[in-house]
């Protein structure tokens, strides 16, 4: 008897992709109609089996299925986040003979990555502008939405503060300080390169560390990312409102449009003119994790799958991408930049303001900056946007009630956000790569 075929992860995760889409569509339509029809307690009893955040205020009757199994994958794959970023890092350093290469990979990283952010600016000035002048984004009717006043507009600069920890045990403990786990783990690395043989009993433990870390990583992707997908597209687009939608109908269609654009010609381009390699590989392995970031609408979950692909099968050596990932998932947030200059050219439009060449400039200054601090995690985006409406501000009631808008129907675009920059992690990794001579093409074309 012939063996079956297995499916491929990619196929797996593409297939729990579209049934999530269908899914998830299915039960907003029902929601829709029930809310309709006068069903609401119909519909509040299938999102408290099914769907509800049981962790929410209010939910103590929830059963919430679909939230549970999303956020145990969701939460095993974070587990394993700042481990696995200080041992690759750590053992990349340590094992660098020449220490002068660090430097030259660190800036050339930095520099790919500003570029990019840069160019997704401009791209993103370009499109809001055009849709604004074409008077798309008119003023919109928000007087059923109850104003957000934000977060607090913090200054966007205190990203530097956060690279050194006053806390060593404080940065351990906290998913959302990897550029701090960064810095530590460089210094170590550098520590343990500088003592060479005076170390070998923890540099052996951080090798073992990471293959059981390996390991791990391994099972939970192969054998619970398909399901995982598949649950967590349904819940979002479940209990997805579509209230608000038609009012910000302009604003939706351009950001998709433009982080399609820019995710599907712009990477492209980047692995064509920076490292002169064919496209088309590059595109058919890292769909994969496009697919798994969009999912979980969050770097850091993805950043795993990423590494895995970056690696095995785009012939990455393990030293690069240790290194430019990690810090990539931190800093390199095109996506997030090209997001937040639309939303905020939105913003200004619909509540009044004046859009100038000038205005879009100095918000994608401040979108730049503030990119470069957000969180890998679900939402920071569009909280963060608030820091870009303050600095230009834009913080009258309309401005406000457009902001509480953004924020309502901002999830999907945000899961799309997520993949251009997990993309963009992984076209910067295989760059930085080719240019030392530490790339296998051979992987990179089977």
Known sequence: MKEKKKLSLAVKMLFSLLFGLIAGGIFMVLRENLLTNGHTETWNTINRILFQDISAENAGNAIGIFYIIGQLFVNALQLIIIPMVFTSITLAICTMKDTKKLGRISTKTILIFLLTTVCALIFAGVVGMSVYRSGAFNP?????????????????????????????????????KVLSIVF?????????????????????????????ITVCLSFVINKFAP?????????????????????????????????????????????????????????????KVALFGFSTSSSAAAFPLNKKTTVEELGVHDEIASFTLPLGMTINMDGTAIMQVIAAIFIAASSGYEVSFTSIGIIAVLALVSSIGTPAAPGAGAVILFTILTGMGYTNDAALLAYSLILA??????????????????????????????????????
């Open 140 to 176: 919109i009717n928000v007087n059923n939405l109850a104003p957000s006043t934000g977060s607090v507009g913090a200054n966007p600069l205190n990203i530097i503060l956060s690279v050194v920890p006053n806390n060593i045990i404080s940065a351990f403990s906290n998913n959302g």
């Open 184 to 212: 530590i783990a460089v210094c170590i690395g550098l520590a343990i390169n500088h003592l060479h043989s005076q170390i070998q009993v923890f540099h052996r433990l951080l090798e073992e560390i990471n293959k059981i």
């Open 227 to 287: 399901i995982a997908i598949f649950v967590l597209l349904t819940r979002t687009f479940a209990i997805y409102g579509i209230d608000y939608l038609k009012p910000a109908l302009a604003y939706v269609i351009t950001a998709v449009l433009a982080l399609f654009v820019y995710l599907l010609i712009g990477y492209p381009i980047y692995i064509r003119l920076l490292a002169k390699l064919n496209p088309i590989p590059f595109v058919k392995k890292i769909a």
């Open 409 to 446: 129907i901002n999830r999907p675009i945000e899961m799309l956000v997520t993949s251009l920059n997990v993309v963009g992690d992984s076209a910067t990794s295989i760059i930085v790569s080719k240019s030392e001579n530490q790339f296998d093409q051979d992987t990179y074309n089977h």
